[in-house]
């Protein structure tokens, strides 16, 4: 069936590495995403992974993909309040053209 | 500002009732998405248009019902509003079909009273 897990909270230390894990379902996805959400803000797409790639790199972002695991991570190192946020991992269910959100990871920074 | 336009901003409403969200995509992207999210059911992708087409469909109800015009611009329809229709719903755009450049517009907070 179709299910993207994620844990519901993360607490880190501003400066430390922050890292948000997703477990996914469908194995013939094509994309996998991570969508951004501040506080009372809209929805903003942060990174992306082409399902034939192990990892990507975008500044502060390292996104690691392992496919035999359905495992799914996203580093943001140098950790910051305006990290805060909640992060959805969100996978391209390919066999049905839709996407699947997780549930939600809200990501809080300790001073 | 993401360059996607959805109007209204807010929209209270009754049981039963109709009616139209709109949203405008940014110039030039040809897919229009919309999510709904909800405390109930977190975060739900609905329907994706690409040029005037359905492309993609996830959870939407029957109730519901959305279109992509000649200008690109989407409607979303949501008819026999329940309680439970309560929720941000979320327009996105993007260039081609694939949702790995998509910007978001603000959202439309639905209330059913």
């Known amino acids: 069936g179709e299910d993207v897990e994620q844990s519901l909270f993360l607490s880190v230390r501003e400066g430390d590495s922050s890292v948000i894990n997703c477990t996914y379902t469908?194995?013939?996805?094509?994309?996998l995403y991570w969508y951004k959400q501040e506080p009372g803000a809209g929805l903003q797409l942060l990174t992306y992974?082409?399902?034939?790639?192990d990892m990507k790199q975008d500044q502060r972002l390292t996104v690691l993909l392992n496919k035999k695991d359905k495992h799914l991570s996203l580093r943001i190192a140098d950790t910051q309040t305006g990290d805060s946020a909640i992060y959805f991992c969100a996978e391209d269910y390919s066999s049905a053209s839709k996407i699947i959100f997780g549930s939600g990871t809200r990501l809080s920074i300790r001073p | 500002d993401s360059g996607v336009t959805q109007t209204p901003k807010h929209l209270i409403t009754a049981t039963g009732q109709r009616v139209t969200l709109r949203c405008s995509p940014r110039?030039?992207?040809?897919?229009v998405y919309w999510y709904q999210q909800s405390l109930d059911q977190g975060l739900q992708f609905l329907i994706q248009?690409?040029?005037?087409?359905?492309?993609a469909k996830g959870n939407i109800l029957e109730r519901f019902s959305a279109q992509q015009f000649p200008d690109l611009h989407s409607e979303l329809n949501l008819s026999s509003l329940e309680l439970g229709d309560s929720a941000l719903y979320f327009c996105?755009?993007?260039?081609?079909?694939?949702?790995?450049?998509?910007?978001f517009g603000p959202g439309t907070r639905l209330t059913v009273l």
């Open positions: 996105a755009s993007s260039p081609g079909d694939r949702a790995h450049e998509q910007f």
């Open positions: 469908d194995s013939s996805s094509t994309y």
């Open positions: 992974i082409f399902s034939n790639m």
């Open positions: 110039s030039g992207d040809l897919s």
């Open positions: 248009y690409y040029n005037g087409e359905e492309r």
